[in-house]
């Protein structure tokens, strides 16, 4: 009975129009081919350990954008603070649609199969979330679909083509910082930050000199794992070349 009436609850989304997706002017990145772009970005937020990214993002000056589950933010007054958090530092952060219901919390297979109540989730977390940009990312999957990176399962291409005609960029990842089962980061971050460094050096990004990195926001809510945080940040800044951006300002995003 619970998995039918949250069946039914995503086909009530269909019964209204989704909006257009507001766009916000992109700031392009100037060609520079020393210079290599870092996007940090952190998923599934409002959470435990939010705040603590925003505090170690804005103590390094680097700019972050993150993925907000638009049901996290609006379900309590801890998630709606830390959403104004991010809200009020434009010129460090982002906030980009990670869906509303973060696929019912992980029934990736009936979302999925489900694109028009899927597409209708992400229109509702835009309504909410108020991201006034047409990036989003797809909840426990890889998916890409900007002007010049195609790339979908089979599971989700027919929610990518949906999100595409709307005016949707997908954006993926192109590294994570993996968790265990305590929801803690694996991978010290001496070894992360030596990873970005080989894929940005060997060129193994899906866009030559612009490296994605995924975290997410729980990981680092006890104080010595958001070191660690600060800890890899420290590290990558220490290259000159390396520049923090916002992922509004990745090559070859739909405007």
Request: aromatic content about 12%.
């Amino acid at each position: 009975m619970i998995g039918y009436l949250i069946y039914l609850a995503a086909h009530l989304f269909t019964l209204f129009p989704a909006p257009s997706v507001a766009v916000q002017k992109l700031a392009p990145v100037k060609s520079d081919p020393l210079t290599k772009y870092i996007y940090l970005s952190f998923d599934d937020g409002p959470l435990p350990g939010t705040n603590n990214c925003i505090n170690i993002c804005e103590q390094e000056q680097v700019a972050a954008t993150f993925f907000e589950v638009a049901f996290h933010q609006s379900r309590s007054n801890f998630g709606r603070s830390a959403y104004k958090r991010i809200a009020s530092n434009p010129k460090l952060f982002l906030i980009a649609n990670h869906s509303y219901s973060h696929a019912f919390y992980g029934d990736y297979i009936h979302y999925y199969h489900q694109s028009d109540s899927s597409l209708a989730d992400f229109m509702k977390a835009g309504r909410i979330l108020q991201t006034n940009n047409n990036i989003a990312r797809l909840p426990g999957n890889n998916a890409w679909n900007t002007s010049n990176i195609k790339r979908a399962s089979g599971l989700v291409r027919p929610l990518v083509k949906k999100m595409d005609s709307v005016g949707f960029n997908v954006v993926g990842w192109d590294m994570e910082w993996r968790y265990n089962s305590s929801g803690r980061p694996i991978d010290a971050p001496e070894k992360i930050a030596a990873f970005a460094d080989s894929l940005l050096k060997f060129n193994k990004t899906k866009t030559n000199n612009h490296l994605v990195i995924l975290m997410h926001d729980h990981e680092f809510r006890a104080s010595a794992d958001s070191a660690k945080l600060a800890k890899m940040i420290g590290l990558l800044k220490r290259n000159p070349n390396y520049q923090f951006r916002k992922l509004n300002t990745y090559p070859g995003l739909k405007k």
